[in-house]
Nanobody, 117 residues
Framework: QVQVVESGGGLAQPGGSLRLSCVVSGFTISRYAMSWARQAPGKELEWVSG????????YYAETVKGRFTNSRDNAKNTVYLQMNSLKPEDTARYYC??????????RGQGTQVTVSS
C-alpha cells in the first residue's frame, strides 16, 4: 500500500524558515522523481519543485526559486523541502507527490504552512 505522508508545516513569521518532510512507504523513491505542490484557498494547485530520482536535477517555480530547496534521502525513502525567507504568499497546503510535477500518480494529504506575523 502506497503512503505519502507530509509533515513539518506550521506557523512561521515572514522571513522565517520551515523544513517539510515527506516520508514514503509502499514504493522505493530512488526509482522516481518526486515533487512538491501547494494550494492556497481559492487558488489552483501550483507545482513548486521537482527533483530527479537521483537528485541530479531539480525544478523550482519562479515564485520560490532561490528560497526553497528540494532534496531527498533515498536511503530513508524521504524527500524534503527546505523553505527559507518565507513570505505571506507562501501560505498554502503543501503536498508531496510521486512523479515529475503534474505527471504524478500518488499524492499525500498535505501539510499546512501559514506565514504570518
Amino acid at each position: 500500500q502506497v503512503q505519502v505522508v507530509e509533515s513539518g508545516g506550521g506557523l512561521a513569521q515572514p522571513g522565517g524558515s520551515l523544513r517539510l518532510s515527506c516520508v514514503v512507504s509502499g514504493f522505493t523513491i530512488s526509482r522516481y522523481a518526486m515533487s512538491w505542490a501547494r494550494q492556497a484557498p481559492g487558488k489552483e494547485l501550483e507545482w513548486v519543485s521537482g527533483i530527479y530520482s537521483d537528485g541530479t536535477g531539480t525544478y523550482y517555480a519562479e515564485t520560490v526559486k532561490g528560497r526553497f530547496t528540494n532534496s531527498r534521502d533515498n536511503a530513508k525513502n524521504t524527500v524534503y523541502l527546505q523553505m527559507n525567507s518565507l513570505k505571506p504568499e507562501d501560505t498554502a497546503r503543501y503536498y508531496c507527490a510521486k512523479g515529475w510535477l503534474d505527471q504524478y500518480d500518488y499524492r499525500g494529504q498535505g501539510t499546512q504552512v501559514t506565514v504570518s506575523s
